[in-house]
Antibody
Framework: QVRLQESGPGLVKPSETLSLTCTVS????????WHWFRQLPGKGLEWIAH???????DYNPSLNSRVTISVDTSTNQVSLKLYSVTNADTAVYYC??????WGQGTLVTVSS | EIVLTQSPGTLSLSPGERATLSCGSS??????LAWYQQRPGQAPRLLIY???TRATGIPDRFRGSGSGTDFILTISRLEPEDFAVYYC?????????FGPGTKVDVK
């Protein structure tokens, strides 16, 4: 069974960089595509970024090039960096396997 | 960017009833359409991908249909755990977008 666990700082100050990690167990990270999504408080779902099994990346243009997705095969983790955060980036962030399950999510609050 | 619409916004039904949820796309996504269920406080759960293929472990009371721009999710007989919000998502064209959701609540 594939399990995904997001981890992050919980609280980030405006203008700083948000760094999130998704630890994958039960599957080799290099065998699948991976995504990051987010859900703003009380709102719907937004796709952020995608990395393929061959390390091709794809980003939501609404984030204005503020985001980077990467994988670390040595630790079986998928990472997301979101630069220059604002209050509008406060959300629950989820990682997901392409066409598969999602992690439980991690709440990130942007506040000074 | 492809815009997805969902109707109705809220569907009020009783356990045992049939639920029919619609998802429309601003342009064709072929069969690159998924349905998710989200219960309060939980992560979304993949129900259907490829417009009509049930994900692993999804009961057969969930059925997806459609292609192109019009899609339907049918829940044949609502169980208590089915009362939740349902989202459609297209993954045929980046950015991969979601519909606003349909809430299925207890009548």
């Amino acid at each position: 069974q594939v399990r995904l666990q997001e981890s992050g700082p919980g609280l980030v100050k405006p203008s700083e960089t948000l760094s999130l990690t998704c630890t994958v167990s039960g599957a080799s990270i290099s065998s699948y595509d991976w995504h990051w999504f987010r859900q703003l408080p009380g709102k719907g779902l937004e796709w952020i970024a995608h990395i393929s099994y061959s390390a091709t990346t794809d980003y939501n243009p609404s984030l204005n090039s503020r985001v980077t997705i990467s994988v670390d095969t040595s630790t079986n983790q998928v990472s997301l960096k979101l630069y220059s955060v604002t209050n509008a980036d406060t959300a629950v962030y989820y990682c997901a396997r392409g066409g598969g399950g999602w992690g439980q999510g991690t709440l990130v609050t942007v506040s000074s | 960017e492809i815009v997805l619409t969902q109707s109705p916004g809220t569907l009020s039904l009783s356990p045992g009833e049939r639920a029919t949820l619609s998802c429309g796309s601003s342009q064709s996504v072929s069969s690159y359409l998924a349905w998710y269920q989200q219960r309060p406080g939980q992560a979304p759960r993949l129900l259907i991908y490829g417009a009509s293929t049930r994900a692993t472990g999804i009961p057969d009371r969930f059925r997806g249909s459609g292609s192109g721009t019009d899609f339907i999710l049918t829940i044949s007989r609502l169980e208590p755990e089915d009362f939740a919000v349902y989202y459609c998502q297209q993954y045929g064209s980046s950015p991969y977008t979601f519909g606003p959701g349909t809430k299925v609540d207890v009548k």
